[in-house]
Structures are given as structure tokens and as C-alpha cells.
Nanobody
Framework: QVQLVESGGGLVQAGGSLRLSCAAS????????MGWYRQAPGKQREWVAT???????NYADSVKGRFTISRDNAKNTVYLQMNSLKPEDTAVYYC?????????WGQGTQVTVSS
């Protein structure tokens, strides 16, 4: 059984920063990629960023230049450093892991950016 546990969400003023973490545990085979998604109230879940096993990164245009995804392979942990936060970044942020034995989601962590 695989578990993803996110942490680091909270309330921050516009222009501030937060760092999200997502730790994977359980029976994990080869991790191909880890990423972050978000879902704002009344909207569909959207992709935010991905990092591959080799360290290649990709970002949604809406966060490019402000967010940085990174990972610690030894700890099976992925991070999302979020800078220059905007009210439109308010959402529940979900971690996703794609491994050779399946795809897994975390439970989500709330990020609220006040104006």
C-alpha cells in the first residue's frame, strides 16, 4: 500500500511564499515522475508542475517563474516552493506520484492567498 502525505499549506498574503512537501511511503517500486496539481473552488483540477526521475521539470504557464518543483529521491519526497503568491493561486494542492506499480494521489493541502 502506498501513501502520499502532503504538508506545508496555509494562509499567506499576496506576494508571500510557501513550501509544500509530499512524502511517499509504502511499497514503492521505481518512481517515474512526481507532480503537483491544484483545484480551486468550483473549478476542475489542473496540473501545476512535474519532475521526472532524472530531474527534468515542467510547469504550467500560470506558475512558471514563481514556483519551483524539486525532489529528494532518497526520501521519496517532492517539494513545491511557491513564491510571489497571488490570490488566484488559492486552491487545494494535490501531490501525484507515477510509479511502475501505479499512480497515486495525496489527500491534498489547502493554500489560501489573501489580497
Amino acid at each position: 500500500q502506498v501513501q502520499l502525505v502532503e504538508s506545508g499549506g496555509g494562509l499567506v498574503q499576496a506576494g508571500g511564499s510557501l513550501r509544500l512537501s509530499c512524502a511517499a511511503s509504502g511499497t514503492i517500486f521505481s518512481i517515474n515522475a512526481m507532480g503537483w496539481y491544484r483545484q480551486a473552488p468550483g473549478k476542475q483540477r489542473e496540473w501545476v508542475a512535474t519532475i521526472t526521475r532524472m530531474g527534468s521539470t515542467n510547469y504550467a504557464d500560470s506558475v512558471k517563474g514563481r514556483f519551483t518543483i524539486s525532489r529528494d529521491n532518497a526520501k521519496n519526497t517532492v517539494y513545491l516552493q511557491m513564491n510571489s503568491l497571488k490570490p488566484e493561486d488559492t486552491a487545494v494542492y494535490y501531490c501525484k506520484m507515477v510509479a511502475s506499480n501505479g499512480g497515486y494521489w495525496g489527500q491534498g493541502t489547502q493554500v489560501t492567498v489573501s489580497s
